[in-house]
């Protein structure tokens, strides 16, 4: 068995200062049928020879070049013997682990503390390995919080390959090529350490599925005799004032390695509202007293309606019935229009509670939830108002008034005033009398826009005022901290919607605001936006042959994870492309605009065609959980999705980036 | 069907213990709140006659008939004096104007059509999928055959409409069901109880795009209504298969009355300009202020086809032929 109790015996070069570089490596080799036996390594020159003196089957050399202010680390291997075996370094940081905190892109933020001990996270182990396709950077980066200094470990890519396993944990030999190594950190000792190597390992747990650590993994690749492989990482060291600044200078760092292009769409915007809008048709649900298109809990394979409406968060009822009569007149698609009018006038009628908020889910096997046991969330609402405002302000401009819908959403906002707390906060859900259910403050900023789109529609300004509170408290203790958590409704931990509410937050206010005050928010937005574009993947990981997403030629880069609970990808966006854009615009940041092309074109690659279904049953619905490493829930694992999904969100959220003008029509006209 | 539906149960538990889905509704409570109320105002019933037609007597009140739900004992009548308020069933026999007792048919009792040719009134109608015509004293019925016997055609025909044309002849309009739902014309006889074999040619059938969005096999053209104006014949039609969405109404035109017929290259009523399913395969009808209006049916729902619903909406000539006019759709209610 692979031993991960490291000899520190000999040093490989010079300690870790600001010109030199410490790395400790060592060899597992496999005898196929025998454990792996793991040998340290010392350097000899550029070799890289067995501690022990013992002849190794492999010629394994280690240079290190200077790049710029980086260092290049390049291993060459060469076999006397056909071999199988696992490559494996350590970089001495010089940071005390007791000051460290970490970045993996999208998968790990300071020590993940937020995360149970069913993730990955320092709550089970200060030492972890993960497989490069986790992550949306392959870098592994530490932070010295009480010296400002910052370390990288940045793996340079080969040519993408990936084969199939014949089991997933344990010692595998594998039996093609693989380009994924694997990136880490180890603070067990005084020292963290940044751990890398070739192929992936995963330790001391996969994790492969939402709260779900499984046994260890060691993969091992085979060498032909004669043959060489030669793997290189990039070393990449800066100084940063807080760990927000850390992951800002190290997501740039990323941004000028990997170099992600912009794909060519697939499909225009055009286009993709056009498919999409056979969601709409198809999901259509009128039997109950809410109507609705059922967008949760649906299987991929028959995309049969569900029983459930959602004013937000997965099903998104009311944004997609607006969509729907927008698109609808906009293209002389009357039907639309209709079933979209029919939605929300269905939620008029039955879809408010004695306190006069929505009814967040009802399930209707169930029926409508009493209205003391009733449950909101921040979110939630403020996801139907943000449909309704935009519904109204649309409806206005064509001459068309519905007093009662303003009343009502008046009646939520008016609410929204009552709930705040003196910190500026939103208690995350709450009782229909408004007591708390749960009172962590972290979906705080998805009220924001809420709140402005009210200032702007009634010209209440206790509205703007209480949004800039909401900024107020998202700046002191989620944006200050680096700490973007707790907007899903599922999960408390650090998430990509948490960075996106931020970024969406403080550009609503930019767009009302002026002079410094306005610029405050600006920077605030640069900031989160940093975080939040943390989660996309600059670059496409490998997939197999058999792995449907690999064999539908599916690019990662533009795509991003989710949270560090759940690490599959989606296209979560909604506004985001567009306030990058701007801001890279504002702020001449030309990665941000590029990272914007990125998204934006990559976006429509898994739009399900009757020509192309990419493993949805009907066309238009959008998948939703993407399984691009080893990630399962049931169904198949990496190249597929979980067998079910909610494309009420994904068509939402996309609908969002193919209108980019929407917010700035909403705001500023 | 059983191992299918256990497989999808199956799945569906084990996914949804093994997933922790992300997207439950288990906050909101175990406690359920009374359905909400129904409105204090009762809704109107809804006419429910697909394929239907509107006949309007010499004394300006309307009669409609269709596809109803008893479509195998017979026709139903509605009347209404103002095109809004429709009471009935009005038929004589139990609120039936037309059944099997008294002519053609077992089964199948589809699409009539009325005309009045001096004191008779003659309905033409589908059952059994051959075309009939029964004769009464009033549009309510009862329509009767002397000998119950349908029309004679070569297979199966359906959809029924008799134009009384200017220069004295008598059109059958009718669906023969050859590769497909085809229009097609025959001269009647004087009697109008038959047809010249000799004079039936087809007239149209599915070809363009819009007339079969789901590339059937069997393309479906129906429903026809034939109109004279001036120099011009104008058949109004349905296509595509009736479940379909996207079932809608084309109009063709030409100068006489067996063609060649061109096709108008979209429909003139379809989802798009009314805002429901399945909109079509009715009869044109002219209203007491002299409009033109189409009577026709749509899908039950967006997500339920049957029972098919009864609509109104005013048609305006213009250049191009006809146009829907905008705000004159509605649903025909009961009284």
């Known amino acids: 068995m692979f031993n991960k109790t490291f000899l520190l015996t000999v040093f490989a070069a010079l300690t870790m200062n600001a010109s030199a570089i410490n790395i400790q490596t060592q060899i597992s080799i496999k005898q196929p049928g025998n454990e792996a036996k793991v040998i340290q390594l010392q350097a000899d020159g550029n070799q890289l020879k067995s501690a022990d003196g013992k002849t190794l089957p492999l010629h394994i050399s280690a ?142 747990k996969r994790y492969i599925r939402k709260l779900t650590l499984a046994a260890p993994v060691f993969a091992f690749a085979k060498i032909e005799k004669g043959e060489t492989k030669t793997i290189q990482w990039r070393i990449s060291q800066t100084e940063a004032k807080d760990f927000g600044e850390h992951v800002t200078l190290m997501w740039q760092r990323c941004f000028d390695n990997l170099k992600p292009q912009a794909l060519k769409p697939l499909f225009t915007p055009e286009e993709m509202k056009k498919g999409l809008t056979n969601y709409f048709r198809q999901s259509y649900v009128s039997n109950y007293p809410l109507k609705y298109n059922s967008g949760h809990t649906l299987l991929t394979s028959d995309c049969k309606p569900f029983p459930e409406a959602q004013v937000g968060f997965c099903g998104r009822v009311l944004l997609n019935a607006f969509n729907a009569i927008e698109y609808g007149e906009q293209h002389g698609e009357q039907d639309l229009v209709t079933m979209g009018n029919e939605i929300l006038e269905s939620y008029l009628q039955h879809g408010f509670t004695s306190a006069g908020y929505f009814y967040d889910n009802v399930n209707f096997t169930r029926g409508f939830p009493s209205d003391d046991k009733v449950v909101h969330s921040i979110r939630q609402q403020s996801e139907g108002v943000y449909a309704i405002l935009l519904y109204l302000k649309y409806e206005k401009a064509h001459g068309r008034r519905h007093p009662q819908w303003e009343a009502r959403i008046k009646g939520i906002l008016d609410g929204f005033l009552k709930l705040q707390k003196a910190d500026g906060s939103f208690a995350r859900k709450y009782h229909d009398n408004g007591t708390d259910v749960d009172g962590t403050g972290g979906s705080t900023p998805s009220s924001t826009s809420a709140l402005v789109m009210g200032y702007r529609y009634f010209g209440k300004k206790q509205y703007l005022e209480a949004a800039r509170r909401t900024v107020d408290y998202l700046e002191q203790n989620i944006i200050s901290k680096s700490d973007y958590f707790s907007s899903t409704l599922d999960a408390n931990c650090e998430d990509k919607e948490a960075a996106i509410a931020a970024v969406t937050a403080t550009y609503y206010l930019a767009a009302v605001t002026k002079g410094k005050e306005r610029q405050r928010y600006i920077d605030l937005c640069e900031k989160a936006a940093y975080f939040a574009l943390s989660w996309y993947y600059m670059w496409d990981v490998p997939f197999a042959q058999g792995q449907m997403l690999g064999d539908l030629g599916l690019k990662t880069r533009g795509w991003s994870n989710v949270s560090v609970e759940n690490n599959h990808i989606d296209v979560f966006v909604f506004e985001l492309p567009h306030i990058v854009n701007w801001l890279g615009q504002q702020k001449g940041n030309l990665r941000f605009l590029q990272m914007h092309d990125v998204i934006f074109n990559s976006l429509s690659q898994l739009m399900p065609t009757p020509e192309r279904l990419c493993g949805i049953a009907v066309p238009g619905f959008y998948p939703e959980v993407v399984q691009h490493t080893t990630w399962d829930y049931g169904m198949n694992g990496k190249g597929f999705y979980n067998n079910l999904f909610a494309p009420g969100w994904t068509i939402a959220s996309l609908w969002e980036m193919y209108s980019p003008t929407r917010t700035d029509d909403f705001l500023k006209k | 069907m059983y191992k299918k539906t256990n497989l999808r149960l199956a799945m569906t538990l084990m996914a949804m213990l093994t997933v922790l889905p992300s997207c439950s509704s288990n906050d909101t409570g175990s406690a359920v709140a009374p359905v909400p109320e129904k409105p204090s105002v009762p809704q109107q019933e809804v006419l429910t006659e697909a394929d239907p037609t509107i006949f309007v007597d010499t004394d300006g009140t309307y ?117 497909g739902n085809r229009i097609f014309v025959a001269e009647m006889t004087d009697d109008l109880m038959g047809i010249k074999e000799e004079t039936a040619k087809e007239c149209i059938h599915a070809s363009e795009r819009w007339e079969n ?123």
């Open chain 1, 63 to 204: 240079q290190l070049a200077n790049d710029g202010n980086d260092q290049v680390y390049t291993v060459t291997i060469k076999a006397d013997a056909t071999t199988y075996y696992n490559f494996g370094a350590q970089l001495a940081t010089g940071i005390k682990s007791a000051d460290s905190e970490f970045y993996l892109p999208g998968f790990w933020y300071h020590r993940n503390l937020r995360s149970p001990k069913e993730a990955p996270a320092f709550h089970t182990s200060k030492s972890w390995n993960f497989r490069e396709d986790r992550l949306s950077s392959p870098m592994t980066s530490v932070y010295d919080e009480a010296n400002g200094k910052s370390v990288a470990v940045i793996r340079q890519l080969d040519t993408p390959q990936e084969c199939m396993t014949t089991h997933q944990a344990g010692e595998i030999i594998l039996s093609g090529e693989t380009s994924l190594g694997y990136l880490g950190l180890d603070c067990e000792q005084q020292e963290a350490k940044l751990t890398f190597g070739y192929p992936y390992i995963e330790t001391p």
């Open chain 2, 63 to 179: 009669y409609l008939y269709g596809t109803g739900s008893n479509s195998d004992t017979g026709f139903y009548v509605y009347r209404s004096a103002d095109m809004k308020n429709w009471q009935g069933p009005v038929g004589k026999a139990n609120g039936f104007c037309l059944t099997g007792a008294t002519s053609y048919g077992t089964t199948g009792f589809w699409a009539p059509q009325v005309v009045k040719r001096g004191d008779t009134y003659y309905m033409f109608y589908t059952a059994n999928e051959q075309i009939a015509v029964a004769t009464a004293t009033s549009p309510m019925g009862p329509f009767t055959q002397q000998e119950k016997k349908c029309i004679a055609t070569p297979g199966k025909a359906i959809d029924p409409f008799v134009l009384f044309d200017t220069d004295g002849k008598f059109y059958l309009y009718h669906v023969r069901l050859q590769e």
């Open chain 2, 213 to 335: 969005t789901a590339q059937a096999s069997w393309g479906v053209t129906e429903g026809p209504t034939v109109l004279h104006l001036g120099d011009i014949y104008y058949m109004f039609y349905s296509a595509n298969d009736f479940r379909n969405i996207d079932y809608a109404v084309g109009v063709a035109t030409a100068s006489s009355p067996y063609g060649p017929w061109a096709k108008s290259p979209e429909p003139v009523i379809n989802r798009a300009n009314i805002g429901y399913y399945g909109t079509g395969h009715g009869d044109m009808f002219k209203d007491a202020q002299g409009q033109w209006n189409y009577v026709f049916h749509t899908h039950n729902s967006f997500t339920e086809v049957s029972p098919r619903k009864t609509a109104v909406v005013g048609l305006t000539q213009n250049s191009q032929g006809f146009g829907v006019t905008n705000g004159t759709f509605h649903y025909l209610y009961k009284e």
